[in-house]
């Protein structure tokens, strides 16, 4: 049984491409649910902050309106998972931008993706490899 993801409210600010004190004000307003760990610091699960990051996400602006490097890794959080015996979807909010990638189940099950988990959208030309850090499981 996988454990289920908590994220301080550091890791989640990182996430959510906000300020701690950002996610702080959400939590303390009730927009975004957090409990406390063993050592009382507030932290938030991987499936609640995977709902919110959906929630608020926004189409993103023109991106010819903006000059920009494009980025080829995209931290985020996996949001859905859809899989049967051999294919899965699993689709991944990042910032404000939602990826989805198709591989195997076993990848799926190899990588220890659940809703709520942290993972990483690699994209090189059409491809999108999806990484969790430190190879965790």
């Known amino acids: 049984m996988l454990s289920v993801a908590h994220?301080?409210?550091s890791e989640a600010a990182e996430l959510l491409g906000v300020s701690d004190d950002t996610v702080r004000?959400?939590?303390e307003a009730g927009a975004l649910p957090a409990t406390?760990?063993?050592a009382g610091r507030a932290v938030v699960v991987g499936a609640d902050l995977a709902a919110f990051a959906v929630g608020r996400a926004a189409a993103p602006d023109d991106?010819?309106?903006h000059r920009s490097s494009a980025r080829n890794r995209f931290a985020g959080l996996v949001t859905a998972i859809t899989a049967d015996t051999v294919m899965a979807q699993v689709e991944l909010q990042c910032?404000?931008?939602?990826v989805v990638s198709l591989?195997?189940?076993?990848a799926?099950?190899?990588l220890g993706l659940e809703v709520g988990s942290r993972a990483s959208a690699v994209v090189k030309a059409t491809t999108v490899l999806v990484e969790t850090p430190g190879g965790a499981r």
């Not at 910032?95 to 939602?98: H, I, K, S």
């Open 108 to 110: 799926v099950r190899e």
């Open 7 to 9: 994220f301080r409210i």
């Open 63 to 65: 991106p010819a309106a």
């Open 95 to 98: 910032g404000p931008f939602r």
């Open 25 to 27: 004000r959400w939590v």
């Open 103 to 106: 591989m195997s189940s076993e």
């Open 36 to 38: 406390t760990d063993p």
